[in-house]
């Protein structure tokens, strides 16, 4: 599958350890299937870092059999999850990849009303059923980067 990296550099060997901290799927290296989403956090990142925004392209391989990997719907799972990751917690690394939703800026404000125990459960998740599609695929071991992620191309957001 085809899979993009939205940022300010060409990534043509990506690596773990460059990683940060208290992002939704722990610590590793993001993609998306969705081009205009990986455009999207390149021109944020530019626009912070005040760099050119670019879009790296990857195949990602499909079997991915041999490594343990997890997919969260927009459920409690998936919530608690990302609620203990950007806690800080390390539960995803028993997990080689993990792909589901993305906590963006609007889906943060509902979680960190559940963080504050202002809502439950329910309302939280029905609350972030009304963001607009999005993915994200987080690749926590280097061994499945090294194996399974090929570089195609990168090009620059304008």
Not at 47 to 60: G, H
Request: proline fraction near 1%.
């Amino acid at each position: 599958m085809i899979v993009y990296h939205g940022g300010t550099e060409v990534i043509e060997n990506p690596d773990i350890k460059f990683s940060k901290n208290y992002l939704d799927f722990g610590r590793g290296f993001y993609v998306t299937t969705y081009k205009e989403q990986a455009e999207k956090w390149a021109t944020r990142r530019s626009m912070r870092n005040r760099k050119s925004a670019v879009v790296n392209v990857y195949e990602l391989e499909d079997d991915l059999d041999k490594y343990k990997c997890v997919n969260f719907n927009d459920d409690e799972k998936w919530l608690n999850f990302v609620c203990e990751c950007r806690r800080g917690k390390d539960i995803y690394k028993q997990y080689d990849l993990i792909s589901g939703s993305v906590a963006d800026d609007d889906v943060f404000k509902s979680i960190d009303m559940y963080f504050k125990g202002l809502w439950d459960e329910k309302r939280t998740l029905k609350e972030i059923r009304y963001y607009k599609m999005n993915n994200q695929i987080c690749i926590i071991s280097q061994k499945l980067i090294d194996n399974e992620l090929k570089f195609l191309e990168s090009y620059e957001v304008k």
